[in-house]
């Protein structure tokens, strides 16, 4: 019994998903689209329900009372004409001056055929209501044929009484300027909620931009501003902020007395080898104590990243040629590419570390080295190619790790501590971007460096 019940739910909540995705789906994406909805969308809907409420009464009762006041008008005519059967002329000169009605009366014969009824028939209804009600005889009613006037046809017993009358007289006219107060308070109001609510969405904004701009490495001028629970979060990510860098400056302090005590021991071991006579032991110590020194930049290198520095905006062209100048200088050479706005906002000397261990990795297994920039709008795309044995893709995302080596394909560098990719990642992630690699065009591997700009 219970699961039956429980199967039977499940499909009226399958079918309510279903249609919560599907209206999210339509919905705007954006926080003021989205409020601005939350204002517009029940102003619109009072509105209608307003209209429809309140005009409709107001048309009804309006009209039928107008209604009711010209049936009685043709009625009195009807009963003057019974009780006065030669005076018509008079009759005739009396609705004119006094009733505002033209008033005819014609041979006895058939009333015209019975007309369509107009869809919005408010005038047709009242109007026939009460000739029935007031004066019980067949009759003929024309309210579609000329806009501004409304006949009628009654069948007396001698002739046929032709009125015709101003539809003003018989129908609530003057609604429309009910309309346009409303439509124009509704454009009004609808104007100052969107300055209202562009105005509470900005320091929603403001804090977004900060975030964004702080997880790119840059700092961000932001003062929370707004309403209290937007400048609350302010206050936090401020706040959050702070501890960050906090824990940023006691990590570089810690490094760099760590490196400050480490360096002075291997100054002793090296001052120690140089006043001891050489021989073959002491060569291999002293390859040892290099080994050490480097592996211990190499360490500090990665734990440290860019602390410190600011991004600055800088010319990737000259940035690029001076890489390209430092690998000639080492004798080897490395195609340079760029396309695009040349200007980027970087930190320069954390981003050429990750365009050098790239470029430098791959020189270590390859002879043709070519790196191509792009930059367009909002990103910054670089790519470096080269000829060499690359590495397996199922090993891609691995090589990453620190300390991680490759002994048969490549390796970040040789007899390296494994972290030259990994300080790359790093430095990229700091940036707010990312590494990817994948094949080259040149047939080796293609490391992949987007970040924002």
């Known amino acids: 019994m219970t699961l039956t019940f429980a199967a039977a739910l499940a499909r009226p909540r399958a079918l309510w998903r279903g249609f919560s995705r599907k209206f999210a789906q339509i919905l705007p994406q954006g926080l003021y689209a989205r409020a601005a909805l939350i204002v517009i969308l029940p102003m619109i809907v009072l509105q209608c329900v307003l209209t429809y409420v309140f005009l ?33 002329d008079r009759l005739i000169q009396i609705a004119q001056d006094r009733l505002k009605i033209d008033a005819e009366f014609l041979p006895p014969g058939p009333l015209p055929p019975a007309l369509p009824k107009p869809f919005f028939g408010i005038v ?16 003929w009613l024309d309210t579609v044929g000329r806009s501004n006037l409304i006949e009628i046809r009654i069948k007396l017993d001698d002739a046929i009484l032709r009125v015709i009358a101003y ?11 009910f309309l346009l107060w409303m439509v124009g308070a509704s454009l009004v109001l609808i104007v100052v909620a969107s300055v209202v609510l562009r105005n509470q969405i900005k320091p929603i904004l403001a804090l977004a931009g900060a975030a964004e701009e702080f997880g790119k490495g840059r700092d961000p001028d932001f003062r929370p501003r707004g309403a209290r629970e937007v400048r609350r979060a302010g206050f936090a990510f401020i706040e959050m902020k ?16 760590v490196s400050h005590d480490l360096r002075t021991v291997l100054t002793r071991f090296k001052l120690s080898l140089a006043l001891m006579p050489p021989s073959e032991e002491t060569a291999e110590l002293d390859r040892d104590v290099a080994e050490m020194q480097r592996m211990l930049e190499a360490y500090l290198a990665f734990a440290r990243g ?20 430092d690998a000639e200088r080492e004798g080897r050479d490395v195609a340079i590419a760029y396309s695009g706005d040349p200007v980027a906002t970087l930190r320069p000397d954390a981003f050429k570390r990750l365009l050098a261990n790239l470029i430098g990795n791959a020189q270590n297994y390859a002879k ?4 191509e920039a792009i930059r367009d709008s909002r990103f910054l795309v670089i790519h470096v190619d080269d000829d060499g044995p690359g590495v397996p893709a199922e090993l891609r995302e691995e090589v990453f790790r620190p300390f991680y080596r490759l002994d048969e394909a490549r390796n970040q560098d040789v007899g390296g501590t494994g972290l030259g990719l990994a ?18 065009p040149l047939g080796g591997l293609r490391a992949t460096v987007r970040v924002p700009v």
């Open 56 to 88: 409709e009464r107001h048309w009804q009762l309006v009209t039928n009372r107008l209604s009711t006041a010209l049936t009685q008008d043709i009625a009195a005519l009807i009963d003057l004409h019974q009780a006065f059967p030669g005076a018509q």
């Open 124 to 139: 047709d209804a009242a109007l026939s209501n009460e000739i029935r009600k007031q004066i019980a005889r067949p009759f």
């Open 167 to 177: 539809r003003s007289a018989a129908y609530a006219s003057n609604s429309y300027i």
């Open 242 to 257: 702070r501890r960050i860098e906090r824990a940023i400056e006691q990590r570089t302090a810690m490094l760099s007395g």
């Open 306 to 325: 860019a602390a410190g520095e600011r991004a600055v905006r800088v010319d990737m062209i000259e940035f690029l040629e001076e890489l390209r100048f």
């Open 368 to 371: 043709t080295v070519a790196v």
């Open 423 to 440: 300080i790359a990642l790093d430095i990229a992630r700091s940036h707010g971007g990312d590494i990817q690699l994948s094949d080259s």
